[in-house]
């Protein structure tokens, strides 16, 4: 049984891509990756939070393969605090819109 697998070298040139939603939200061109989890590791690190379907694409330029990996996440984006709802005053007495 012989297995196509792609390796990475630390000298191969790399081309990778991480997409959501049709968006590039981080790309990489370059050398000195150990590993395709590490070029993929990149990827999302650069990427930062986002939510949905993912598509990740490593191409190795020097040994001639492409990789595409699909990714779903649900990790959320920082939000900003929301704001504390507050009733409106006039002196020290609420109003209450629909009593008036």
Do not use: H
């Not at 993912?54 to 393969?65: E, F, H, K, P, S």
């Amino acid at each position: 049984m012989n297995k196509n697998i792609n390796y990475v070298s630390c000298s191969d040139r790399i081309c990778a891509t991480l997409e959501c939603n049709g968006r590039c939200l981080a790309n990489v061109n370059g050398v000195g990756f150990s590993s395709l989890e590490a070029v993929k590791r990149a990827l999302l690190d650069m990427a930062g939070r986002f939510v949905g379907m993912a598509v990740i694409t490593v191409r190795n330029c020097t040994q001639g393969w492409r990789d595409v990996t699909a990714l779903a996440t649900m990790r959320r984006p920082l939000a900003a605090p929301a704001p504390v709802p507050s009733m409106p005053r006039i002196g020290s007495q609420y109003i209450i819109p629909w009593a008036s």
